[in-house]
């Protein structure tokens, strides 16, 4: 089953305009990531974020995090053509699980010219 | 450098054929392995993963089954294909000693298509 939930599914923007992405997922987790997939391809990851960190940067990414609410954001600034690509985040939870790695649903997301 | 392999790329098969994926990963040992498939548009669903030779759990009641028979070795089987099974196929690895501490980056491969026709 999901353990995330991606918002929204599909996200269409010009170059150099930011890009947000949230995610939601069900039960406590370990950390949480997001990782990439261009089309047809395998998943790269992105970040992680612990559960005890709010917030984390990597380059033009930046990553939220809301245990209270269960729910994560990432944003892309200044987005380019290139970053064209399915936006996926990922749980470990924190329950034994440690080797699991749940996905959600996607957000793709479109950048144009 | 580690680096993980899956063959073959893309696969079309005939319903009621047996079914054999493969994937290795190169340049770490004793990694976590997972199976998982992507139908079209769609996320990932995760369908095994193992932590050590021999020992697979398994996600989802399905018509495929998975073996490690080496360390860095997983197949992913099915004696008898459905047409529900084509999608894409996923295997990726994560370092154990790192997921001890919940650090679970994943690594990918590139991915099998399977068109069951």
């Known amino acids: 089953s999901q353990q995330g939930e991606e918002d929204p599914q599909a996200l269409s923007i010009q170059e150099g305009e930011n890009a947000t992405m949230n995610c939601s997922y069900k039960?406590?987790?370990?950390?949480l990531q997001w990782y990439r997939q261009n089309s047809g391809r395998g998943l790269v990851h992105l970040i992680l974020?612990?559960?005890?960190?709010r917030e984390k940067h990597s380059g033009r990414l930046r990553v939220t995090l809301d245990t209270s609410k269960k729910s994560s954001s990432l944003l892309i600034t200044a987005s380019r053509a290139a970053d064209t690509a399915s936006y996926f985040c990922?749980?470990?939870?924190?329950?034994?699980?440690?080797?699991?790695?749940?996905f959600g649903t996607g957000t793709r997301l479109q950048v144009t010219l | 450098s580690q680096t993980i392999h899956q063959w073959p790329a893309t696969l079309v098969q005939p319903v009621g054929s047996p079914l054999s994926l493969e994937c290795t990963v190169e340049?770490?040992?004793?990694?976590?392995l997972y199976w998982y498939r992507q139908a079209a548009g769609r996320g990932l669903q995760l369908l095994f993963y193992?932590?050590?030779?021999?020992?697979i759990s398994s996600e989802v009641p399905q018509n495929l089954s998975a073996s490690r028979p080496q360390d860095r070795q997983f197949i992913l089987s099915s004696k008898k294909l459905l047409l529900s099974d084509s999608g894409f196929y996923l295997c990726?690895?994560?370092?154990?000693?790192?997921?001890?501490?919940?650090?679970?980056?994943?690594?990918f491969g590139q991915g099998t298509r399977l068109t069951v026709v």
């Open positions: 990726a690895w994560s370092n154990r000693r790192t997921s001890l501490w919940g650090n679970t980056e994943a690594f």
């Open positions: 039960t406590s987790i370990n950390n």
């Open positions: 974020i612990r559960s005890n960190e």
């Open positions: 990922a749980t470990v939870g924190d329950t034994g699980t440690a080797s699991k790695l749940t």
């Open positions: 340049g770490t040992s004793n990694p976590n």
């Open positions: 193992s932590v050590g030779i021999g020992q």
